[in-house]
């Protein structure tokens, strides 16, 4: 019997597979002959196909009744790619998620976290924490909004009352890169208002070695192309980036670029499944990343491969980093990094001779004691080629979540206040005027003003703020309330000392769509004093997101928050009421009706309010308006460039044409000047209303009488300026003689400001729209950057190094006596642990796992995930098991110098060389052998649990920004 | 009319999974079943390739060949269905399947296997279209939406194609091309027959 289905198809298939593919297919073969060829035309019943299934009988009638079917655009929350992704939406139901080809960041493709994001909406068997709880006598007990928030609120106003022991700084708020930017940047507010700058999120943990040691050297600490840009590159290395497992949709750009032609390079501790994509792979000793960068720059030099003229023009420095680069011979290369002279040369002479080539990196050089330091290095390989501002080329920073780049660029950072403005007096005169508050009102809220501009305690360092003896501290009280506000405990190293810090707090609160291991932890060792606040996921509100490359998207509603989960936005204007400032925090922002007609912020509003604010880093262009266009029109952008060609929103009439994809940053000026965004930074081949740039004139004139500026002949395409300029105020424009370009009004407003504090944007409006010149100066950028502690970097053993024999010539920093409010060692823990490695000698490193992402209480919820990681694992080379009796997939213990151990099962690869060993980062749920299911409330448990690497990482902090180590440490693995 | 096939680009698949759970969730299948799978050969050495892995939709489908109670049938695109409701769980077409593609959501003795489930290319099953009893046995039925697999349509690096045979051997000859390497196409000699139908196939190239 051979039966043949029934022909009814509609059949739409080919032309979905073009548009599918249509992105990487370039012009070879074109659409219309696909269209000829099956003779296919959409339409028939276009919108039938949206039917879902398990409506389809209701749908029938809810069709005559005008139906209910919705498709929301939003997007993926799970890296910071920023894939697009049409949910469809019956009545308030999310049924099903479909692809959107018309996307240029993704085209429609997704990795196992997006495909199943739907996961998000589905509420039989869902992990979510449902209601608020609170922890009494050890157990968790379902409390009602309104007492949770009663008692939250009250416990720290007497916290904050205390005057002995007290005061805003006693409490410390980790916000997170999963609010959109509108919820970062009123969580900044929020608590700036409640009266500390203690508060941070994970870009600490993540790229801020990065954002702070890339913006010192060139202006902005943002990765400086694109994913999409890639396909211009002739050479990429990926050094200290998995982009396979941590960025999979990227990898849709590298390998199209791969394709064509260009070079791909992966040089990692591990072999990775980007290694297994390269065409290059060599391996290194993890936590020797200046050394091989220098080592590269050796052979650079030596075969004159650099880019003379550019360093000439647009480099400061790099004589001083020749003289360090010349120590680097291939010997000492290769005794620090293991790394053999033809591999360094290879991979060298490759970046050299196919350019623009493109350096990517992510935690790997990141999560460093010398964080600060590689990435450092990098910048100054690229500044050597003459690779940056240049299509193709530049450095591609991989962010990690969603909107980390826009959390950082708005949200709560311990240092600055909203687009990198600082701290300092006029910073917070400047932003008390933006907020229509009073500054001293605001003033008032701090414990003084030496706080009120003091940078706060950072995130990876707040159990030291609880422990830490208390005259020791840069600050009266001891740390005594910590607020997890979409964080992760177990992303931070040394978690059973964070353990130890949960349990002297007077106050942990949790607000999250997740329990989180957070309440697993503080269950395990608390009674009470715990208090978990159900968050709504980014799946239920709307608001904007910052991608890696510094797109904004806009995201629809999906869904109505679901349980008894709140909006971020809303539980913060609450508490603002239960505090006293909610008039103030919502002083020129509009509030609206959220979830059960409750108040709440608006978040276009509030994007408007970060429109009016933030001129610094240009996110002042794009209003919600020009955003949702863009959203509404993916199709119009070009997959290469991400310029869009000709194009005009139905809905409002707005003109597309000349825009780049999600206005990236910087989108200068007021929406009203049409700026089109910077795809590529700092380059000079565009006119600054097409996108082009130079680099930023920050840090002075001149340093020790060398010209700091760039010199005569480097600007940005069409600038009236052709030499180096400093950055623009009333004073400058007025010596151009351009002051009467200004209109009345501006005038008035941008007398006595600079670029970044004339809030009529005139001042930026003439200069660069009448004059072609960039707002920030046209300057070098710095290979040498003089007020860090390395000016330039140098090569530094890690703290837990395996080879003591080189400490002595390559020794870590002093220990610190403050930095961010505390001490920090360095010194007293690398001598200490000089023999560490008899006892541990196998290099522990971890990353991520493409399946889960961060601390994975989310992931680890969503059933279409877990089945694919059900067990935390070590990967240990067959030798190193072997000698250790250990056979594969069997337990074993992990244990490191903290004396910390987890159990894991082990996974025998040669993927790591024989004495390293690699650990996932996202799991938790379990503690030292011991399942905490027990511990999680009832129902909310993630369906996978494991040990979490980081309750046994060790010591360690970047001494500029207290970055982790989480990369390069030591343990011992023993069979279980 | 078209003729339905997949095709996995080793030289793209990077391992990702997003097919898996692109099909996991669009069809909502239960916890271990796995109408796909990406499988990794060389696994953590130079020369690892993955490739996902489902029913292949064969020509000659060996399933339909052993099954002794006739409960497969063929679309007029090609794609290899079955009927549920005839099905008696005895594994046959298992054994069969040159893809290990037949998935039995119960364990145990024989006989307690329970209908046999698969990949349906997205196209339902003898159940009208979008039926609750289609999406019920089958999962969703996208072909007859005018859409393609989710699984290819979802694919990270497009390495996963799914569509007319025509189209994807199309756009996979012109990335051979391209790249000057890779004409391998993994599995279709074994699914969809002689060698010369292969899209690009070159003198040694495996199969």
Redesign the interface.
Known sequence: ?????K????????S???R??AG??GR??DRRT?LQ??GIT?G???V????P??L??KAEAAQDAGGNLEVKRTICTHCSVGCAIDAVVQNGVWI????VFDSPIN??????????I??HGMTHDSHRLKTPMKLVGGKWQKVTWDQALKEVSDKLLAIRNDKEKGGPDATFWIGSSKHNNEQSYLFRKFVSMFGTNNMDHQARICHSTTVAGVANTWGYGAMTNSYNDEQNSKCILFFGSNA??AH??S??HT?HA???GAKVIVVDPR?T??A??ADT?YRIRSGTDVAFLWGMLHHIFKNGWEDKEYIKARVYGMDKVQAEVAKWTPEEVEKVTGMKEAEVRDVAEKMAKNKPSTIVWAMGQTQHTNGNAIVRASCILQLALGNVGVSGGGTNIYRGHDNVQGATDVGPNPDSLPGYYGIFTGSWKYWSGVWGVDYEWLKGRFASQALMEKPGITVSRWQDAVMEKNENLDQDPNLRAVIFWGHAPNSQNRGKEMVEAMKKLDLLVVIDPYPSATAAMAAMVRQDGVYLLPAATQMECAGSATASNRSIQWREKVIEPMFDSRTDHMIMYQLAEKFGFAKEFMAKIKLTKGKEGKTEPDMEDTLREINRGVWTIGYTGQSPERLQAHMRNLHVFDVKTLRAKGGKDAKTGYVLDGDYYGLPWPCYGNAALKHPGSPNLYDTSKHMMDGGGNFRANFGVEKDGVNLLAEDGSHSKGADITTGYPELDHVLLKKLGWWDELSEGEKKAAEGKNWKTDMSGGLIRVFMKNHGCHPFGNAKARAMVWNFPDAVPLHREPLFSPRPDLIEKYPTHADQKNRWRMPVLFKTVQDANKDAVKQYPLIMTSGRL??YEGGGDETRSN???A??QQEMFV?INPKDANDRGVKNNEYVWVQTPTKARIKVKSQV???VAPGTVFLPFHFAGWFEGKDLLDYYPEGAAPIVRGEAVNTATTYGYDIVTMMQETKTTLCQVAKA | MARMKFLCDAERCIECNGCVTACKQEHEIPWGVNRRRVVTLNDGVPGEKSISVACMHCSDAPCMAVCPVDCFYKTSEGVVLHDKDLCIGCGYCFYACPFGAPQFPQDGAFGLRGKMDKCTFCAGGPEPDFSAAEFKKYGRNRLAEGKLPACAEMCATKALLGGDSDVIADIYRNRVLKRGKGSEVWGWGTAYGKPEKQPAAQPGAKS
């Open positions: 019997m051979l039966l043949t289905r022909s009814t198809s509609v059949s739409a298939s080919p979905r597979l073009t599918n593919v990487m297919l070879t073969i696909f060829r099956s959409l028939a019943g276009a039938a196909t949206q039917l299934f398990n389809v009988h099903r998620q479909e692809p085209l429609g493709a997704h990795c196992a976290k997006g495909a199943s739907r996961e396979a497992e999979p949709v990898m849709l390998l791969k394709e064509n072999f499944r980007t297994a994509k792979y493409v399946e059933p279409w995930l089945e694919l990967e690869t040669e993927r």
